[in-house]
């Protein structure tokens, strides 16, 4: 697979281009773009960066993390602290997530909130809704996005060594790695992203897919 080198800055604004394209005229309906990947490996900072320079374009942005999803503490872990199968698709709460956040900005009419729950104390956020304006964008970051089966417009995946991921989870989580592991076997995440993002050294990043920036939906 052939990457392209891009330093940070031209990679966000390559990213930005891309969803831009995605998301067409700003009186069209609503989109979604997922950063799929963990927060320890940047993919979160990348959302943010990226949101930033869209809003900078004028664009309506919505900026929500699936961890704000996630459900509490006794339900995602009521078949063990550390069950495979309930992290990817037990931990998020995406029929709440798709109700109170995804088809609003994709139909944009009503109202959402972008965060349901506090991740640390696992108590519910009461968040004031907002009014979804017309062409928003919603983008969204998380690991297993594609185990959440959102509607999602486009897709930034992230390749990581095995070695970058362990030491970027840290002891806590080391065993995410499992769960990253059959991710990848069952939804083949990096096949189907619509930009691939080469992510062991996010100082100096490198992007396979920016062919496809321009790509219609």
Partial sequence: MRFTPLTPAKLVDALADWIL??????????????FD???EIGAAQLADEVA???QASGRPIVRASTTWWWRPPALRLELGRQDVDMLLTGWVDADAMRRELVQPVLRCQGSYITRIRDADTGRSVR???????AGSVLVLDGPFLRAAELPLDGVAGFAVSHA???RSLGPERAWWIAGFEKYDEDYRPLELADVLLSYDHAAITAASGLQQVGRPR
């Fill in 21 to 34: 394209l995605r998301a067409g005229p700003r009186s069209s309906a609503g989109t979604v773009i997922g």
């Fill in 37 to 39: 990947g963990p927060a």
């Fill in 52 to 54: 930033d320079a869209l």
């Fill in 127 to 133: 968040q004031a809704p907002q009014t979804v304006s």
């Fill in 164 to 166: 970058t991921l362990k």
